[in-house]
C-alpha cells in the first residue's frame, strides 16, 4: 500500500482549483429543528461551483460573480431550495418531505418515488454504507433486507462466495440465485465492483416488480446503480488496513495424546481381530514426546488486508464525470492463499439540449493464489486446510536435514497424507481473471415527458488457472509431477431500446408508461492442458513440453435471448395506485414447441395516509396498503439441455494400440422443455408514525414453482435411465418486517435502530412421476464410491432435507447386543442406529429425514449511536432451525481412516460399559460404513456481532476550506458468534451455488475470519 502513496500526494497537489473572478460563500444547511443536514449538496444555478455539507452542515463555495447568483440547495429526504448567494455567513433551512418518502427507487427500467411504489421493493440502507467498510459488494446485503438471506458460504480470498435467497429456494435442478442489473445492464457480475463506487442498491422481490424481467425474475433482481458526477468538483479519499485471523481451531490431539491413542487404537484392534500387532510407539517414546506441532498453527497466519479507493467528481450541468481508483490486498489467513486485485470505475453523463448520452464502465482486475482448499481433498488429492488438521502431531514440519517430511505416518496404522506446509508453499495454483465492462445509453426527449432510450453494453472476462506440483511432493508420487494451464472467455452483449411517456394531467391523473424490445447474446469458450512426468522443476508451468501430454480439453456454448416488454403505472389522486407489466421472453435455451414464453404481472396500493379519516390520526404519517400477483420465468438451465448431446469415446479398434476416438448419443432430446415458471401473490403494509420517525414494512407473500426441470425416469429399454423434463412443482410462504426508528434526535446525541426480520417455509409440492429423488453430494474424500446422497425430495417435506440414520446410543455389552435380536455385525462400543422398520436389520429401509437445511427465520439489527463527533455503529445477524451436514467428523472423531482426532476423543470414547454413549470405541468405523446419520447433523442457529465500527468526524473542515469531510475510524469485523455448532464457522456450504440440492454441508471449507481494520477517509 505504501506504493499508492507517492501517486496520491501528485493527485492532490494537482487538485488545485483553478482561480477566476469569484465570491466565497459560507454558511450552515439545517433541518426546521436546527440539526445539521450533512451531505446536503450546494451548487450554483447555471454555474460549474459545487460542495458537500460536512457533517455539522457547514460548507463554504467559490461562486462566480453574476448580477443575481444562486445556489441551489438539496439533501435527500428534505425539499430542495434555492437562495441568493451572499458573501455574509448563511443560514440555510430545508423542509422535510414525508422522510424518505420522496426517496427515489430504482426499478425495472425507470425510477419512481418510494411512496409511489405497488410492489415489494427494499433498498439497501446506504446512510451508513460509509461508516461500515465491507471487502466486497455482496456482503452490504447481508442481514440489510427482509427476505433477503445471505450465507458467506466459502471465506477464501478472491473466491469469497456468497448465496443469496430472495424469498426462498425456488428450483431443484436450477439455480436460486437473483438476476444481478448495474447501470442497467442485467446478468452483471458484481464481484468485482468495488463498494466505495456504489450509490444504491435495490431489491425487487415480488412477481409485481420482476415480472419486467421475465424467465430471469423468479428468484428476484439486485439492481446496483453505481456513483455519478455532480456538478462542482469534489475528491474523497479511503484508506484501510489491519489484519484479519481465524476465529476458531479444531482442539486437535497433540503429540503425546496422538501416541496414547495410537496404542490404545491397535490394543483394541488386536483384540477384534485376535492379533497381536505391537503399537508403532512404546508407552515410554509416548511419554517423551510432548506438544509437538501443531499443524493449524504452521498453516494458519495473522494476515494483513489493505484496501485504497479514490473517487473524483465534477463537472457543469451539462456534463458530468465519476472516476474511481480502488486496490486491494488480502494475504489470506492460510499461507499461500494470497489475493490482489485492481478496478478503474468511470462513469459520465452529456446533456446536449434534449439528448443525455451517458457511459458506465470498468476494469478489474484481480490475481488470486489458491492452496487447494477443496471439498474432495485428501488421499491422493490434496488439502491444505484439511491435511494440517489430519496430519500426525508427532512429526515435525522439517526433519533432521532441513528438508519437509514427506508423508503421515507411521503406516499402515496412519494413513499416509502429504506435508500441508510443503504442499502450500511450493505448490503453485494461481487465478487470474481481467474483466472489461462498458454500458452506453443515448436518452432523446421527443416530446414532453416522451423520452426515446436505447441501450449498448459488453461485459468481457478473460480468466484462466495455471497450475504446478513439484516432483518431491507426496502427491506427485504417483503422476512424476504436474503442471496445466487452462483460459476461459466470457463475452456479454446487450441491446436494450426503450420508450417511456410519464406525464401528469389535472394533479388528478398521473401515468408512466415504458415499452421496448432487448436482445442479448452470451458467449463462453475454454481451454484447458496438462502434463505429469516432469522431467525438471525449473519451468513450473510455463513450459508444458517437459512432461507427458494428458488429453487436451476444450469448449464453446453460446445462448441468446430476444424479448419484448411493456409496464404502465397509473396514479389516482396520489392514492390510489396501479401497476400492471407484461414480458415476452424467447430463449435459445428451451424446446422447440416452446421458444417463448409470456410473464404478465398486477399491482394495486392504496395510499390511506391521504385519506381524511386517517389525515385525523396525527400519529399516523405513511400508511400504505399494497398486494400484487404476477407470474416470473427461471431460464438458468443451462445450454443445449434440450437437444440431442454428445459424448467422446475412445476404444480399441482391430487390436491397434492407438485407441479410436468416436461419439455417441448421451441423452434423449426434448424439444418441449421450457423455463420454470413461478406465480407469486405479495400483500403488504407500509407504516409511517409521528412524521416518519419510527417506520414499518411488512409483507405476506406465496410463490408457486411449477414445470420444475426434472431427470424422470423411464425404461431403460430405451437405452437411457431418464430424461429431462418439465416436471414437479414448489412452494415458498412467509412473513418478513423491517423496522425503522429514530430513538433519540437531539443535536448532540443520535441513536437509530434498523431490524428486520424474515420466515420461510418451503415444501415440495410435486415431483411428476417420480416417488421421491435423493439429492445431495457427499465428499469424494470421505465417500469415494457412494452410490447414496445426503439428502431427499419427498412431497411435502422442504427441499435441503438430511437423509440418514437416527444414532441411538453405543452398544454396551455382548449381552444387549445379543438380547435385541438385531442381525447387524456390531461389536461393543459401535454405534446404535434405529431399526424404523422393526425386521432387525439396519438398511436403506430403515433411513428418514435427520434434518433440514433451511433456516426457520433469519434476522439482522443495526444500531448507530451518534454522540457529538462519535458515531458507534453495531450490526449483528443471524439464523435459526437450520441444520448443518458436518462430515468433517468422520475424520475427526471416530469412524474413519486413522488420522489426528479431536482431543476429547482420547478420554471421552468408550472404552468399556458405561464409559460413553455418545461417542463410540476408537477402533470403531461403522459411522462411516452407514453414510449419513444424525449424529453428524449438528445445529446451524447463531448470532454474530457481524460488524462494529467506530469513527470519529475530525474538525478540519472547520479549519480549512480544502477538506469538506474528514474521519477515522476503527472497525472488527466477525467480533463475536454464539453457536453450539462445532465446526470453524456455522455460515458455511461446501458446495457451490450452482449445486442447488448440496446445502449446509461442511467439509473442509476455507474457515471464516476476524478482521480488525484501521481507516481514514477524506474529502476534498
Given at each position: 500500500m505504501p506504493k499508492l502513496f507517492f501517486p496520491l500526494l501528485l493527485l492532490?497537489?494537482?487538485?488545485?482549483?483553478?482561480?477566476?473572478?469569484?465570491?466565497?460563500?459560507?454558511?450552515?444547511?439545517?433541518?426546521?429543528?436546527?440539526?445539521?443536514?450533512?451531505?446536503?449538496?450546494?451548487?450554483?444555478?447555471?454555474?460549474?461551483?459545487?460542495?458537500?455539507?460536512?457533517?455539522?452542515?457547514?460548507?463554504?463555495?467559490?461562486?462566480?460573480?453574476?448580477?443575481?447568483?444562486?445556489?441551489?440547495?438539496?439533501?435527500?429526504?428534505?425539499?430542495?431550495?434555492?437562495?441568493?448567494?451572499?458573501?455574509?455567513?448563511?443560514?440555510?433551512?430545508?423542509?422535510?418531505?414525508?422522510?424518505?418518502?420522496?426517496?427515489?427507487?430504482?426499478?425495472?427500467?425507470?425510477?419512481?418515488?418510494?411512496?409511489?411504489?405497488?410492489?415489494?421493493?427494499?433498498?439497501?440502507?446506504?446512510?451508513?454504507?460509509?461508516?461500515?467498510?465491507?471487502?466486497?459488494?455482496?456482503?452490504m446485503l447481508e442481514g440489510q433486507v427482509p427476505g433477503v438471506q445471505v450465507t458467506q458460504s466459502q471465506s477464501q480470498p478472491g473466491g469469497t462466495v456468497f448465496s443469496i435467497r430472495i424469498r426462498g429456494t425456488n428450483s431443484i435442478n436450477s439455480s436460486s440465485e437473483p438476476l444481478y442489473v448495474v447501470d442497467g445492464f442485467a446478468g452483471a457480475d458484481i464481484t468485482t465492483i468495488n463498494p466505495s463506487d456504489v450509490q444504491s442498491i435495490d431489491i425487487l422481490k415480488d412477481a409485481s416488480a420482476t415480472a419486467i424481467y421475465g424467465s430471469r425474475g423468479a428468484n428476484g433482481v439486485v439492481i446496483i446503480t453505481t456513483r455519478r458526477g455532480r456538478v462542482g468538483r469534489s475528491l474523497t479519499i479511503e484508506a484501510y488496513t489491519g489484519e484479519q485471523q481465524v476465529t476458531k481451531e479444531y482442539k486437535m490431539m497433540n503429540a503425546q495424546q496422538y501416541g496414547n491413542f495410537l496404542i490404545t487404537l491397535q490394543t483394541q484392534q488386536n483384540q477384534l481381530n485376535n492379533t497381536n500387532i505391537p503399537p508403532p510407539y512404546t508407552q515410554a517414546q509416548v511419554n517423551a514426546m510432548g506438544a509437538g506441532t501443531n499443524w493449524q498453527n504452521q498453516i494458519f497466519r495473522v494476515a494483513p488486508v489493505s484496501n485504497m479507493s479514490v473517487g473524483l467528481s465534477g463537472g457543469t450541468e451539462d456534463s458530468k464525470y465519476y472516476l474511481g481508483l480502488n486496490y486491494f490486498d488480502q494475504q489470506g489467513i492460510i499461507i499461500g492463499s494470497d489475493y490482489k486485485r485492481g478496478i478503474v470505475h468511470f462513469n459520465l453523463d452529456q446533456y446536449m439540449g434534449k439528448v443525455h448520452v451517458a457511459v458506465s464502465s470498468q476494469a478489474s482486475y484481480g490475481y488470486q493464489d489458491a492452496p487447494t482448499v477443496n471439498t474432495s481433498g485428501g488421499g491422493t488429492t490434496p488439502s491444505v486446510l484439511w491435511d494440517a488438521?489430519?496430519?500426525?502431531?508427532?512429526?515435525?514440519?522439517?526433519?533432521?536435514?532441513?528438508?519437509?517430511?514427506?508423508?503421515?505416518?507411521?503406516?499402515?496404522?496412519?494413513?499416509?497424507?502429504?506435508?500441508?506446509?510443503?504442499?502450500?508453499?511450493?505448490?503453485?495454483?494461481?487465478?487470474?481473471?481481467?474483466?472489461?465492462?462498458?454500458?452506453?445509453?443515448?436518452?432523446?426527449?421527443?416530446?414532453?415527458?416522451?423520452?426515446?432510450?436505447?441501450?449498448?453494453?459488453?461485459?468481457?472476462?478473460?480468466?484462466?488457472?495455471?497450475?504446478?506440483?513439484?516432483?518431491?511432493?507426496?502427491?506427485?508420487?504417483?503422476?512424476?509431477?504436474?503442471?496445466?494451464?487452462?483460459?476461459?472467455?466470457?463475452?456479454?452483449?446487450?441491446?436494450?431500446?426503450?420508450?417511456?411517456?410519464?406525464?401528469?394531467?389535472?394533479?388528478?391523473?398521473?401515468?408512466?408508461?415504458?415499452?421496448?424490445?432487448?436482445?442479448?447474446?452470451?458467449?463462453?469458450?475454454?481451454f484447458s492442458e496438462g502434463i505429469t512426468n516432469l522431467s525438471t522443476n525449473a519451468e513450473g508451468s510455463n513450459n508444458l513440453g517437459v512432461g507427458t501430454p494428458g488429453t487436451p480439453a476444450s469448449s464453446y456454448q453460446d445462448n441468446v435471448l430476444s424479448s419484448y416488454f411493456g409496464r404502465l403505472n397509473y396514479r389516482l389522486m396520489d392514492k390510489y395506485l396501479f401497476t400492471f407489466t407484461m414480458r415476452a421472453d424467447g430463449s435459445s435455451r428451451f424446446g422447440a414447441n416452446n421458444k417463448w414464453g409470456y410473464f404478465p404481472s398486477g399491482a394495486f396500493a392504496w395510499r390511506l395516509s391521504e385519506e381524511p379519516f386517517i389525515r385525523r390520526i396525527k400519529k399516523i404519517s405513511d400508511l400504505k396498503l399494497r398486494t400484487s400477483y404476477g407470474v416470473t420465468g427461471n431460464q438458468e438451465i443451462g445450454d443445449y439441455q434440450s437437444l440431442s448431446a454428445y459424448s467422446n469415446n475412445a476404444y480399441s479398434l482391430g487390436g491397434t494400440p492407438t485407441p479410436v476416438v468416436g461419439i455417441s448419443p448421451s441423452n434423449i432430446p426434448n424439444p418441449s422443455l421450457s423455463w420454470e415458471s413461478t406465480a407469486a401473490f405479495d400483500a403488504g403494509l407500509d407504516l409511517g408514525l409521528w412524521n416518519n420517525r419510527v417506520t414499518f414494512t411488512g409483507d405476506f407473500y406465496y410463490k408457486k414453482t411449477s414445470n420444475l426441470l426434472l431427470n424422470v425416469s423411464i425404461p431403460q429399454t430405451s437405452g437411457y435411465s431418464s430424461i429431462l423434463e418439465n416436471s414437479g412443482a414448489v412452494q415458498n410462504e412467509g412473513f418478513e418486517f423491517g423496522i425503522n426508528s429514530r430513538n433519540i434526535e437531539t443535536h448532540k446525541v443520535k441513536w437509530s435502530t434498523y431490524l428486520n426480520f424474515s420466515t420461510n417455509r418451503n415444501k415440495v409440492l410435486s415431483l411428476g412421476s417420480n416417488q421421491q429423488i435423493y439429492a445431495g453430494d457427499l465428499s469424494s474424500s470421505i465417500f469415494p464410491s457412494a452410490t447414496f446422497k445426503s439428502g431427499i425430495l419427498l412431497v411435502g417435506k422442504p427441499i435441503g432435507s438430511f437423509y440418514g440414520y437416527v444414532f441411538n446410543g453405543i452398544w454396551q455389552t455382548s449381552q444387549q447386543i445379543a438380547e435385541s435380536g438385531t442381525k447387524q455385525a456390531v461389536q461393543p462400543g459401535d454405534p446404535i442406529y434405529k431399526d424404523l422398520n422393526g425386521d432387525s436389520l439396519i438398511n436403506g429401509s430403515d433411513r428418514t429425514i435427520i434434518g433440514h437445511a433451511l433456516p426457520k427465520f433469519t434476522y439482522g439489527m443495526t444500531n448507530t449511536i451518534t454522540y457529538g463527533r462519535f458515531t458507534l455503529n453495531v450490526f449483528i445477524q443471524g439464523v435459526y432451525g437450520n441444520n448443518i451436514f458436518d462430515e468433517n467428523l468422520y475424520e475427526v472423531q471416530n469412524g474413519s481412516n486413522n488420522f489426528n482426532r479431536l482431543a476429547y476423543i482420547g478420554t471421552e470414547s468408550w472404552t468399556g460399559p458405561g464409559t460413553s454413549n455418545t461417542l463410540p470405541r476408537v477402533s470403531s468405523v461403522l459411522r462411516r460404513s452407514m453414510g449419513v446419520t444424525s449424529d453428524v447433523i449438528k445445529n446451524g442457529s447463531y448470532l454474530r456481532f457481524k460488524t462494529v465500527t467506530l469513527s470519529y468526524e475530525l474538525p478540519l473542515p472547520k479549519m480549512t476550506a480544502v477538506f469538506k469531510s474528514a474521519s477515522v475510524y476503527a472497525t472488527v469485523q466477525n467480533l463475536a458468534t454464539i453457536t453450539s455448532y462445532p465446526g470453524y464457522d456455522p455460515e458455511v456450504n461446501s458446495f457451490p451455488t450452482s449445486n442447488a440440492l448440496s446445502l449446509g454441508t461442511d467439509y473442509n471449507a476455507y474457515p471464516n475470519y476476524r478482521t480488525y481494520l484501521v481507516g481514514v477517509r477524506f474529502g476534498f
Open positions: 492532490l497537489c494537482a487538485y488545485v482549483p483553478l482561480q477566476a473572478q469569484t465570491i466565497k460563500v459560507t454558511g450552515t444547511v439545517v433541518s426546521a429543528t436546527g440539526h445539521p443536514v450533512s451531505g446536503a449538496t450546494i451548487h450554483q444555478k447555471g454555474g460549474s461551483a459545487g460542495a458537500i455539507a460536512a457533517d455539522d452542515g457547514s460548507f463554504s463555495i467559490d461562486v462566480r460573480r453574476t448580477k443575481n447568483p444562486i445556489l441551489i440547495v438539496t439533501a435527500i429526504g428534505y425539499e430542495s431550495t434555492e437562495i441568493k448567494a451572499e458573501e455574509t455567513p448563511l443560514k440555510i433551512v430545508l423542509k422535510e418531505t414525508s422522510k424518505g418518502l420522496e426517496d427515489v427507487v430504482v426499478v425495472g427500467y425507470g425510477t419512481t418515488r418510494k411512496k409511489d411504489l405497488t410492489g415489494a421493493v427494499a433498498s439497501v440502507p446506504m446512510r451508513d454504507a460509509d461508516k461500515v467498510p465491507v471487502i466486497g459488494t455482496d456482503q488438521v489430519r496430519f500426525s502431531p508427532i512429526l515435525p514440519v522439517r526433519d533432521s536435514t532441513g528438508a519437509y517430511t514427506y508423508v503421515n505416518g507411521p503406516g499402515p496404522i496412519v494413513s499416509p497424507i502429504g506435508n500441508p506446509v510443503a504442499y502450500a508453499n511450493e505448490a503453485q495454483d494461481g487465478n487470474y481473471g481481467l474483466r472489461a465492462f462498458t454500458n452506453v445509453f443515448a436518452d432523446y426527449e421527443l416530446l414532453r415527458g416522451l423520452h426515446l432510450r436505447s441501450t449498448f453494453g459488453v461485459d468481457y472476462l478473460n480468466g484462466g488457472e495455471r497450475k504446478f506440483v513439484p516432483t518431491d511432493l507426496y502427491v506427485a508420487a504417483a503422476n512424476g509431477g504436474s503442471a496445466s494451464q487452462s483460459s476461459t472467455q466470457n463475452y456479454t452483449w446487450l441491446n436494450e431500446n426503450t420508450i417511456t411517456y410519464d406525464r401528469e394531467f389535472n394533479r388528478i391523473h398521473a401515468i408512466n408508461v415504458v415499452g421496448g424490445f432487448t436482445f442479448q447474446h452470451w458467449y463462453q469458450k475454454s
